[in-house]
């Protein structure tokens, strides 16, 4: 069973912390600022959002489709798309 996804600080590449999530990590998409990301999990349909600062979850929510990849947008901020 592999372990949770992990994030690193830039430059060194070194893995700082795990990110928690649920089955499936699909798709990843960082705020404009790099402030905090979004994971998209497609099997329970679960999105987390993390700081990056705090190292830790923000929010957690779970649609009705099976979620694969997200994005941020600048004018309409974060979005999902089920392929």
Known sequence: ??????FSTLPTEKV??????????????VTPDGKSFYVTCETAGD?????TTAAREISHFTVHRRARAAWISC???PGLHPL
């Open 47 to 51: 999105i987390f959002v993390f700081d």
């Open 75 to 77: 004018r309409t901020g």
């Open 16 to 29: 700082e912390h795990l990110a928690l999530v649920s089955r499936e990590p699909e798709g990843v998409a």
């Open 1 to 6: 069973m592999p372990g949770p996804p992990a």
